[in-house]
């Protein structure tokens, strides 16, 4: 009968509806990895950050410290003309030459002390951002795992739900009906029946001629929505 089948249909709507869903959660899963696999690179970037500032930072400490051993040489050069001149002018004016090259150098003493606390600081900085990338890489993998699982367990339940559409599908009287309507559900918004309420389509909400109402429910023949295409079940 016309309208067993339908009913038939209706159940395996639903069915269908279910499906959907399940492979919908099911195409979310890698967009749960995309998240965690951005939270890991953005780690990674901050590392990088961290190393950079570590490495100009010791390399203009480097520097710092070939320019102050160059300053001390000097100084050593000028207190030993300092006692090797024999007028007062002279002797003062390489005394003050060697006062004025030892504060530079005691400024330059404390900038690299400084930076040599930077360092430190570094090194800590370093070794956080290195515990941070293990958290994300440990956090992806156990995303990883557990989309995996939900992935084997969204597949059992997908394959229980197809197993049951068979088991509708198997009682319909007329299987072209089931083609009809798997064409009208893809082009549809996966659904390929409606009921109706009065005179109303339940997918589109558009109002049947009076007529067409009466005729879905004879049974008599399968009556489609003018507006949407959909097969009509009273």
């Known amino acids: 009968m016309l309208k067993t089948d339908l009913e038939v249909l209706l159940?395996?709507?639903?069915?269908?509806?279910?499906?959907?869903?399940?492979?919908?959660?099911?195409?979310?899963?890698?967009?749960?990895?995309?998240g965690q696999q951005a939270a890991l690179a953005a780690a990674q970037a901050a590392l990088l950050v961290v190393k950079k500032s570590g490495d100009e930072s010791l390399k203009n400490r480097k520097l710092q410290e070939l320019e102050l051993a160059a300053k001390m040489q000097d100084i050593k050069k000028l207190q030993e003309q300092q006692y090797a001149v024999k007028d007062n002018n002279s002797y003062a004016a390489i005394k003050h030459e060697i006062q004025t090259r030892s504060e530079e150098a005691g400024k330059m003493e404390v900038i690299i002390i400084t930076a040599m606390i930077e360092e430190d600081n570094h090194k800590n900085k370093l070794a956080e951002s290195n515990s941070a990338i293990k958290t994300e890489e440990d956090k992806l993998k156990q995303l990883e795992a557990k989309c995996i699982e939900d992935g084997k367990s969204l597949d059992k339940d997908i394959e229980a739900v197809r197993k049951q559409r068979e088991a509708e599908t198997s009682k319909l009287e007329n299987i072209t009906l089931l083609k009809k309507y798997e064409e009208i559900r893809a082009g549809a918004g996966g659904k390929g029946i409606a009921k109706i309420e009065g005179t109303s389509c339940q997918c589109c909400f558009m109002n049947l001629r009076p007529q067409e109402a009466i005729e879905v429910r004879k049974y008599e023949k399968v009556i489609f929505c003018e507006s949407c295409g959909r097969m009509l079940y009273n």
């Open 11 to 34: 159940k395996i709507q639903e069915l269908d509806s279910k499906m959907d869903e399940i492979e919908s959660s099911k195409a979310d899963i890698p967009k749960q990895l995309g």
